[in-house]
Structure formats: structure tokens, C-alpha cells
């Protein structure tokens, strides 16, 4: 399976400013999804990142908070914009390629706290 | 849609014993299955898969699981439980259909499964 990086692994951010979230892959892959973990809880998908054109939402989700970059096959960015502190989550990315099953691998997370 | 229900939300067990984490799933399509297991502190790792054909399934750290499609579950087993099995358990479903879209995972709410020596 791939081996997923994830920047920065954990900070403390200030309410009002963005985060950047860097996640790289050391082989193409297909498919790059960023997915929020809330404290204590299950994980929600937020976006497909989609190669060469705008990621695609889920309900509830929306560009303007969660803008989300994807140059090439390999690396993929998330920014929470304007955070407050119910931001506070772990956001993983995760990826696929497009064999049977698409099985998901999943990057280290990063675990954000906002004051 | 699709969803997905982990019966129980904290399994404690003792050390060597055997265990049984549950997980049914609703879905009007044919699904794909995933065990996922999330040490503390750590991103996700997956158990086990379920794709097709056999429906019992053998991941890594000894865990297997069986595909049961009348009863739409797909129960996590192992028969002897160490402690550092010690972590969270997330069952997740996926559409499966190899399509742009359908491949996210639906994920449940996940079991905290304690090993107590």
C-alpha cells in the first residue's frame, strides 16, 4: 500500500485565521479524499479532491470554509479558513486507486485545536 | 445510501479472550465491507476487506470477519485478544460500483474495544 505523509501532524491555531493541511503520497493514485474526525467521534467525509479541476463536497461541506487544491497525482492540500473553535477535529486524508474495492489507505491525520 | 451500525460502542475484554465486534449495514446496492482499527493517537489502518467471493475474510493481527448478506452484518472476530489490540474498531461501507463518486466510505460510529489484563 501507498505510504501517506501528513503535515503538519498537530497545531494550535488562533479563532479567525486558516490552516493549511499538506498530504503527500509516494506513488500516484487515483483517488485523494479528506475526511474531519470530531473528538470522540466517527469520520465524516468532507471533499474528493479531484486532479486538475474542483474538489467535490459533501453535504454540509463548503468550498469557501474547506478549500481544497490538488496539483497532481501525488499531493493535496485542505485549508480550514476563518477557524473557530468547533473546527477542533483530526482531519485525515485518505486514498485510493481505481482497482476492485477502491480500497482506502489512510494518512497519519492532523490533530487541530483551536482557541 | 448507505449506513452503518456498530452495535456497540465499548467492548472491554479480558487479556486472551476471545471477542466479537458488530457491525450491520444498510445499502440498496451491492456493497464493498472494510474493518479499519485507529490505535490511540494514530491515523486509520486497515483490518480486513470484503469484496466478493469467499465471505470469510482474514485480515492481519489475527482478526477475521464474515459477510453475512441476509443479515447485511459483517462481524469482527478474534479468538484470543492481546493488549495491544487495545484501540477503536470502524466498520465502513462503500458503494460498489468503480465510478467517480461511489467510492466513499461510509463509516460507523466506531468501538472502543479495551483489553484489561
Known amino acids: 500500500s501507498a505510504v501517506i505523509s501528513q503535515k503538519p501532524s498537530r497545531d494550535i491555531c488562533q479563532r479567525g485565521t486558516s490552516l493549511t493541511i499538506q498530504c503527500q503520497v509516494d506513488?500516484?493514485?487515483?483517488?485523494m479524499f479528506w475526511y474531519r474526525q470530531q473528538p470522540g467521534q466517527s469520520l465524516t467525509l468532507i471533499a474528493t479532491?479531484?486532479?486538475?479541476?474542483?474538489?467535490?463536497?459533501e453535504s454540509g461541506f463548503v468550498i469557501d470554509k474547506f478549500p481544497i487544491s490538488r496539483p497532481n497525482l501525488t499531493f493535496s492540500t485542505l485549508t480550514v479558513s476563518n477557524m473557530s473553535p468547533e473546527d477542533s477535529s483530526i482531519y485525515l486524508c485518505?486514498?485510493?486507486?481505481?482497482?476492485?474495492?477502491?480500497?482506502?489507505?489512510f494518512g497519519p491525520g492532523t490533530r487541530l485545536t483551536v482557541l | 445510501a448507505q449506513s452503518v451500525t456498530q452495535l456497540d460502542s465499548q467492548v472491554p475484554v479480558f487479556e486472551e479472550a476471545p471477542v466479537e465486534l458488530r457491525c450491520n449495514y444498510s445499502?440498496?446496492?451491492?456493497?464493498?465491507l472494510f474493518w479499519y482499527v485507529q490505535y490511540p493517537n494514530q491515523g486509520l489502518q486497515l483490518l480486513l476487506k470484503?469484496?466478493?467471493?469467499?465471505?470469510l475474510v482474514k485480515g492481519i493481527n489475527g482478526f477475521e470477519a464474515e459477510f453475512n448478506k441476509s443479515q447485511t452484518s459483517f462481524h469482527l472476530r478474534k479468538p484470543s485478544v492481546h493488549i495491544s489490540d487495545t484501540a477503536e474498531y470502524f466498520c465502513?461501507?462503500?458503494?460498489?460500483?468503480?465510478?467517480?463518486?461511489?467510492?466513499?466510505?461510509?463509516f460507523g460510529q466506531g468501538t472502543r474495544l479495551t483489553i484489561n489484563p
Open positions: 479532491a479531484n486532479q486538475g479541476s474542483e474538489a467535490t463536497y
Open positions: 506513488s500516484q493514485v487515483t483517488m
Open positions: 465502513a461501507v462503500s458503494d460498489a460500483l468503480i465510478i467517480q463518486g461511489a467510492q466513499k466510505l461510509v
Open positions: 470484503y469484496l466478493s467471493g469467499s465471505t
Open positions: 445499502s440498496s446496492v451491492s456493497v464493498y
Open positions: 485518505s486514498v485510493a486507486t481505481a482497482s476492485v474495492g477502491n480500497t482506502q489507505y
